[in-house]
């Protein structure tokens, strides 16, 4: 079965650095594109970056540009965020995501259990 779980999280202070890990299992992990997606309390969960099969080509939400990095080990079947000058305002449960296909039609996005970021003083 599909799994996705996220490592990394914690306490950081304003203009802190922290490092999320996503270990994938299930699925041919070096065929599809990885995300990061977050969701703070009260708000709709958003993208936060994405990245390509062989990580060729990545994207990022204007909020975090220039800060945040993603990355993926295909040979480790993990995916990475490397997040810097962290802000309070990006508090939140952060979650990896595989957009994976049950048909060739349609595609089901797969969750990790979420970690908790807290960028706070």
């Known amino acids: 079965q599909v799994q996705l779980v996220e490592s990394g999280g914690g306490l950081v202070q304003p203009g802190g650095s922290l490092r999320l890990s996503c270990a994938a299992s299930g699925f041919t992990f070096s065929s599809y594109p990885m995300s990061w997606y977050r969701q703070a309390p009260g708000k709709e969960r958003e993208l936060v970056a994405a990245i390509t099969s062989a990580g060729g080509s990545t994207n990022y939400a204007d909020s975090v540009k220039g800060r945040f990095t993603i990355s993926r080990d295909n040979a480790k079947n993990t995916t990475y965020l490397q997040m810097n000058s962290l802000k309070p305002e990006d508090t939140a449960v952060y979650y990896c995501?595989?957009?994976?296909?049950?048909?060739?039609?349609?595609?089901?996005?797969?969750w990790g259990q979420g970690t908790q970021v807290t960028v706070s003083s």
């Open positions: 995501n595989a957009r994976l296909r049950r048909s060739p039609s349609v595609r089901y996005d797969y």
